[in-house]
Structure formats: structure tokens, C-alpha cells
């Protein structure tokens, strides 16, 4: 792999840039790779659309910004609605089932969708609905080692917290590896 | 000297720019920071407040801009390392007491999170056009030293850079960013302490009573005076002699005025940082700083692809301008082409410099996002033809 374009939207304190920041770290420092993240966002706090761009590559990564996203992550339908037009024709886009409304895309966009909000509130905690995301979308994607992803959610997460998200994060993995599963057998 | 241990978060870490320039800064010894919140800049602000409890620093967020530079400039003459940072609005407050750190010598450090502009512009977006703004913003003549990161990991070098020309020079010194890098988040590797070289202040060796805070006589950079040793000593924005007393006429203010410039006039050799690659055969040759250094590198690829000779000088240093070298290669080249994220500011230097010699390009930008790579390589084609 040379490089691989991600984007993830949502909106603003569902932990958007965190998943990002994860996903560059486990690239970056736990894969020897090289990864920037850079974020989109409005002068508001929280509640509006926002956005975080990973880039990953195995040399430097000079532009900085995402152009044509191999793989989008929609945590909310404003963000879906927002970025699915820039999605080239073969793409992965991952989405929270229950909060996205998915519109036909062309035969070689796979998407794979997951209730993460309602996974992570039986997990006890529904702000884990990000780290859920990204334990799914390591799955389906297949960008980063299930390992490197792990690591990155352990040392980024608030400190006493590390054991729900890795939970979190394995139950979105395993959901993600079943769908692929049934996928690949009805292909 | 050598960083201090405790200062230096030694190992590799995920940061975003602004973080990075803040980790860089206290690995400094930067003990003081006095700031007002401003995007883009605040993550720096954020990173020093958290931070600073655990190693004896003092944070203050102060009433505005204004405060602040004013604040730094106190605790500099008060023994410590200080710093803060800021975006375009901020920057214009801070102009006047900017001045006076100029003119008080100084040592500090500001960094400017360049945002779009002018006014309130574009609080998220990035922008590189306050780079005249920092080297003529306050009023008066004078010289400064502004550095531009390219990168976290750079954000994080420069800082201690700054820290150590500021020291060197006694002068404050800008740390020109942008938002695009101080909101990227990249790996910084942050080397063990001891592998960091810090400058640090000149105090005087005189007896209070004998010595002067501005003792320029005897001395390149003339060394300051401690405080809390019993040194009684007046500092003032007027012009001054080396008591540090006003004096109001026109001999004292060129020797004032003048011997403060021709400090760093005399050393741009050793201020002047410039990363050269393939200069020496170019046809053209591409400038850049910041940002826009990092996003040409495409462009020129795909030039010397096409078979274009291209060399490039990236700026580490923006100001003092490296007057002497594009003099030297506009005289060997057929054009020289600057990539800045304004609608022409540092490329005005370099024409000056150029002198009609070479073909002098622009390839702007009004902010908002980084240049696209296809717009600097079409300007590279057509100065081929």
C-alpha cells in the first residue's frame, strides 16, 4: 500500500477527531508508517458537522489534505450527505446504521454498515460509539493491523477508560469481520 | 548548555503542530507564558497551561493581546524564558509592545498561528499573510528574526530555535505557522534531553552600580542585567543611551536605532537558515516557507519528471530575507518563483533582490487551504517555456 485517504465525519462531540487521531497513531507510531491528520470544523463547540482526514503512506505525506478518500466513516446522515459525492468510484464507506440514511451508490463503492450507537450503549456508554466506529471500520477496511489500532486506542483514551474502549473497540472488530464474512460468501 | 530532563518529553508522540511548538518551548526553559485564546492558536496555549504546573512554570491568561506582550516582556526582564502565541487579530494588538521588546532588547518568543485575513478573515482556515506584518508591523525601522515550521516535528525544533536566537541575539522572535500546521497532527520525535543545545542568557559579570542594561560599547550583543541582585536599573521604549535613560535627540537615535538593526544586520550569516536542494544546475527555482514548501514538493517532482531542471530553496528562516543568495542565483537562472499562501508579500523581497536579472514568479494564494500542487506546477511549465 501506498497511501490511503481516510475521512471521518460526524458531528461535533461524538468524538470525530479522536477516531482520526487514532487511526493516525496506530499508523505513525505503532506501524511505521507515516500518517497526518488534519480536521475540518466551524467556529461552533460541538453539534455541527465536522470532519478529520487521515492520510497514510509509507513515505512522507506532502499534501496534506484528503482529495480522494479510499475509505469515508459517517458517524452522522449530515456528514454522509456532505462528503458521499466525493467518494471515487471504488470506495469503502463505513457507516452507524441507525443514524445514517444511505443512498445508492455505484457497484464498486462497498458499504458496510454497523448500530454502533446502539452497540456502545449496550456496552454502558454511548460516548463510545466512536471507538465502536473504529473497531469496525479496521475490520471492513482493511487499512491498518487489528494490533497497531488496538495499541493506538489504549494509549489515546482518558486514563481508567481503557478497558471499555478496547471492548468497544473488539465488539466493532468482530461485527465488522462477521459482515465481511457474509459478504465475501454471497460474492 | 544542555535542556533540563524534566522539561523534555523524550519518545515518540502524535501531536498536532501547536502541541508540538508548545513541548518545543518548554523544552527551551520557557518558565512564563501570558496569552488571550485565539484560533487557531490555542492548542499551544492549552498545551503550556496543562503542562507548566508540573514543572514550576506560570501561566497567565491575561485581559487581551496587548497584556499579554507586555506580560512576556516583564517576566524576560524578570529572568525568565517567556513566550506567547497568537492569530492575525491578536498579532495586530500585540504590534505596538512588540515594538518595545525591539526596542528594550528583549528576548522572547511570539508565535503567529497565521489564519486567513485581514480582520477577522478566516478563524479555521490557514493563511501566510502576516508575513510583512511581522517583519514591519510595529512602527519604526528595525530588524527581525521570524522563523516558519513546516511540520509538527518542525513546530517542535523551531520553538527551541527561537528560544536560543533570542537569547543569542537579545531580540524577541516570531515563529511565523499557520493553521494547516498547527492543527495537522503528525509523529514529533522528541530527543533526550541531552541532545538538546540550549543558549542561554548573557547576564552581566559588572557590580551593581557599574553596570548598564544597555552597555553596547564593549559588548556585540550586550549582555542584561539580573534582577533581584540588587541592580537598580531604568528601561524605557524611548530612545535611550546605554544607562537606559532617554535621551531626546537625533545623534542618540541613530546610534540606538542603528546599532539595534546592525545586530542581526552583522549576523544574518548565522541567523539565515535556508534548505537547499538541486540549486546548482536549476533553470528555475522555486521559494517557499511553511506550508508551502512542504506542498510544492509534488509540483516539483513532477517538473524534473518532464525534464525541467528545478531547484528549490525552502526558508527555514523568512526573516532576515536571504538577500545575498538570491542575488547570487538570480544572476544563474532563468526564473525564480515564490509559493506563498498571500496575494504576494515575500515575494516582493525577492524581486528586489532579483533585480532583473531572472524572471521573477508568484504563485498566490488568498488562504482558506493549501495551494493545489497542479496550479505550482503549471507556473513551473510556463516559466520553462
Known amino acids: 500500500m501506498a497511501t490511503a485517504e481516510i475521512r471521518i465525519t460526524g458531528f461535533g462531540g461524538q468524538g470525530v477527531v ?62 454522509y450527505q456532505m462528503h458521499r459525492k466525493t467518494m471515487p468510484d471504488e470506495s469503502i464507506i463505513v457507516y452507524e446504521k441507525e443514524l445514517v440514511k444511505l443512498e445508492k451508490h455505484g457497484p464498486r463503492v462497498k458499504t458496510f454498515g454497523i448500530p454502533a450507537t446502539r452497540i456502545a450503549e449496550e456496552l454502558g456508554r454511548k460516548i463510545v460509539l466512536n471507538i465502536v466506529m473504529l473497531g469496525f471500520f479496521g475490520a471492513v477496511a482493511d487499512v491498518l493491523p487489528r494490533e497497531a489500532l488496538r495499541k493506538a486506542v489504549e494509549s489515546s483514551v482518558p486514563s481508567g477508560t481503557e478497558e471499555l474502549n478496547l ?13 465481511k464474512e457474509k459478504a465475501e460468501l454471497r460474492a | 548548555m544542555k535542556a533540563k530532563s524534566e522539561n523534555v518529553l523524550t519518545g515518540a508522540h ?20 501570558a496569552g488571550y485564546p485565539i484560533t487557531p492558536s490555542t492548542e499551544i496555549a492549552e498545551r503550556v497551561a496543562r503542562r507548566f504546573p508540573l514543572i514550576g512554570g506560570v501561566f497567565i491568561q491575561m485581559e487581551d493581546e496587548l497584556a499579554s506582550m507586555a506580560a512576556i516582556l516583564g517576566a524576560a526582564w524578570g529572568g525568565r524564558k517567556s ?11 500585540m504590534m505596538e509592545n512588540f515594538g518595545l521588546g525591539i526596542m528594550l532588547e528583549t528576548p522572547c ?46 513546530s517542535f525544533e523551531l520553538a527551541i530555535h527561537a528560544f536560543n536566537l533570542s537569547e543569542k541575539y537579545r531580540t524577541p522572535v516570531l515563529v511565523m505557522t499557520d493553521e494547516c500546521v498547527g492543527h495537522m497532527t503528525e509523529k ?15 547576564y552581566t559579570e559588572k557590580p551593581p552600580g557599574e553596570a548598564q542594561p544597555f552597555e553596547w560599547s564593549n559588548y556585540d550583543i550586550p549582555p542584561m542585567l539580573p534582577v533581584g541582585k540588587g541592580y537598580k536599573f531604568h528601561i524605557t521604549g524611548l ?21 539595534v538593526s546592525d545586530k542581526i544586520k552583522r549576523h544574518t550569516d548565522d541567523i539565515i537558515w535556508l534548505e537547499e536542494k538541486d540549486t546548482d544546475d536549476a533553470e528555475i527555482i522555486m521559494m517557499a516557507y511553511g506550508i508551502s514548501s512542504r506542498v510544492m514538493q509534488p509540483a516539483i517532482a513532477r517538473a524534473k519528471q518532464d525534464g525541467i531542471k528545478v531547484g528549490q530553496i525552502k526558508m527555514v528562516t523568512v526573516w532576515p530575507f536571504p538577500e545575498k543568495r538570491v542575488r547570487e542565483l538570480a544572476g544563474k537562472v532563468k526564473a525564480l518563483i515564490m509559493v506563498e499562501m498571500n496575494l504576494g508579500q515575500v515575494y ?19 488562504g482558506g487551504t493549501v495551494h493545489n500542487p497542479e496550479v505550482i506546477y503549471n507556473a513551473i511549465k510556463e516559466a520553462a517555456k
Open chain 1, 18 to 79: 479522536l477516531c482520526g487521531y487514532i487511526i493516525g497513531k496506530a499508523a505513525s507510531i505503532f506501524n511505521e508508517q507515516h500518517a497526518t491528520l488534519t480536521q475540518s470544523f466551524g467556529p461552533e463547540a460541538r453539534g455541527s458537522a465536522c470532519s478529520a482526514q487521515v492520510v497514510v503512506s509509507d513515505s512522507r505525506v506532502l499534501y496534506p489534505y484528503v482529495t480522494s478518500p479510499q475509505v469515508l466513516v459517517a458517524m452522522s446522515n449530515d456528514g
Open chain 1, 167 to 179: 471492548k468497544a473497540f473488539d465488539r466493532g472488530y468482530e461485527y465488522g469481520l462477521e459482515l
Open chain 2, 14 to 33: 502524535y501531536l498536532d503542530g501547536n502541541h508540538a511548538s508548545a513541548e518545543g518551548a518548554i523544552a527551551a526553559g520557557c518558565k512564563f507564558f
Open chain 2, 83 to 93: 513566550m506567547s502565541c497568537t492569530s492575525g487579530p491578536g498579532f495586530s494588538l
Open chain 2, 109 to 154: 518568543v511570539l508565535v503567529n498561528v497565521q489564519r486567513g485575513g485581514p480582520s477577522t478573515g478566516l478563524p479555521t482556515l490557514p493563511g501566510q499573510a502576516d508575513m510583512m506584518q511581522a517583519r514591519w508591523g510595529s512602527h519604526g525601522d528595525y530588524e527581525i528574526i521570524a522563523l516558519a515550521p513546516d511540520s509538527p516535528q518542525e
Open chain 2, 188 to 202: 514529533v520525535v522528541i530527543p533526550p534531553a541531552e541532545e538538546i543545545d540550549l543558549v542561554e542568557r548573557l
Open chain 2, 239 to 259: 530612545t535611550h543611551d546605554e544607562r537606559g535613560y532617554p535621551i531626546i535627540n537625533a545623534e542618540a537615535q541613530d546610534e540606538n536605532v542603528r546599532r
Open chain 2, 348 to 366: 516582493y523581497e525577492m524581486e528586489r533582490c532579483a533585480a532583473g536579472k531572472c524572471q521573477t514568479l508568484l504563485v498566490d494564494h488568498a
